[in-house]
């Protein structure tokens, strides 16, 4: 004997006067529990069978004013019994293209560049398995900005998309240079009579060897900026560029001869930084240098 089948606004747990999101959204959730691939109770078969009826009786404007009226149909192989089976057989299609596609996993790849190709642009050839791709890294690139590349990750299942590859930058360090932002730093040692006299020096910058002047009197820490060679904000010609900052130390001498110190220290007396409490040659080098640097 066939078992008597329950009130459909019951087996959606929906009101009679329930609308058709209402319907639509009880429908979806019950789906979702009850498919019986991804639940493990046997008589979610059944109940899954149910609920798609119920919801092909209600979510039809024209089946659910007639099931109001007369409520269940016959189901002797037609009718109502047709939109079941077809509502059905779209659920279960619709579940297994789901379960049988799968996008392709992501790729990270760790690309190192030059400090030179970083502040300019390179384009880099990497090889992931049998592949070779080209990565164009523009002027400017920071130090570890990720570029991604749509679909050239490991391929999907079922004919679903294949993953992304992330390429995260790393730029090797520079012998001479540092950034900070689009601005290039570099340290210069010069003597202690080029700080007091003045000169004009070839300083190693992006675009090669510069000629820079240094004043007279200048002072270990100093800084001098060189407009315009630094990083490129693109990869244009005529893209702005940041600075060029050198910052100068003097080199102070270890060793004099004789007549050095004897010079140093007639410096020392006309400045007036040599002290009547010590006998002249008595004073750490060290110490004079330093008074007269600080001048």
């Not at 090797?172 to 010069?190: C, M, N, P, W, Y």
């Not at 820490?221 to 904000?233: C, E, T, W």
């Amino acid at each position: 004997m066939a078992r008597k089948k329950r009130d459909y606004y019951a087996v959606l747990g929906v009101p009679r006067d329930a609308t058709e999101g209402d319907i639509k959204r009880a429908f979806r959730e019950l789906a979702r529990q009850h498919h019986p691939d991804v639940s493990a109770k046997q008589d979610d078969g059944e109940r899954f069978r149910e609920i798609n009826e119920a919801y092909a009786v209600l979510s039809d404007k024209e089946n659910r004013a007639r099931y109001d009226r007369w409520g269940h149909p016959d189901d002797g192989g037609g009718g109502f019994q047709a939109v079941v089976d077809a509502a059905q057989d779209i659920i279960n299609d619709v579940f297994r293209r789901r379960k049988s596609k799968q996008k392709g996993k992501d790729i990270r790849y760790t690309l190192e560049v030059s400090f030179e190709e970083a502040a300019f642009g390179v384009s880099k050839t990497i090889s992931l398995g049998n592949r070779e791709l080209t990565v164009v890294i523009p002027a400017g690139m920071k130090e570890g900005t990720v570029k991604t590349l749509k679909g050239e990750g490991e391929p999907g299942k079922g004919g679903a998309p294949a993953g992304d590859l992330h390429v995260q930058i790393r730029i090797a360090e520079h012998q001479k240079f540092r950034r900070e932002g689009l601005d290039v730093h570099s340290e210069l040692t010069i003597t202690f009579s080029q700080a007091a006299l003045g000169d004009v020096l070839e300083v190693a910058t992006l675009d090669g060897d510069v000629k820079m002047r240094i004043p007279p009197g200048t002072q270990p820490g100093g800084v001098f900026r060189i407009r315009g060679k630094g990083v490129p904000q693109a990869s244009s010609k005529n893209a702005p560029r940041g600075d060029h900052l050198v910052h100068v130390q003097v080199e102070v001498p270890t060793e004099l001869s004789p007549r050095q110190r004897e010079l140093i220290e007639e410096l020392a007396r006309t400045t007036g930084h040599e002290s009547p409490a010590a006998p002249p040659g008595k004073r750490r080098l060290l110490d004079r240098v330093r008074s007269l640097l600080d001048e």
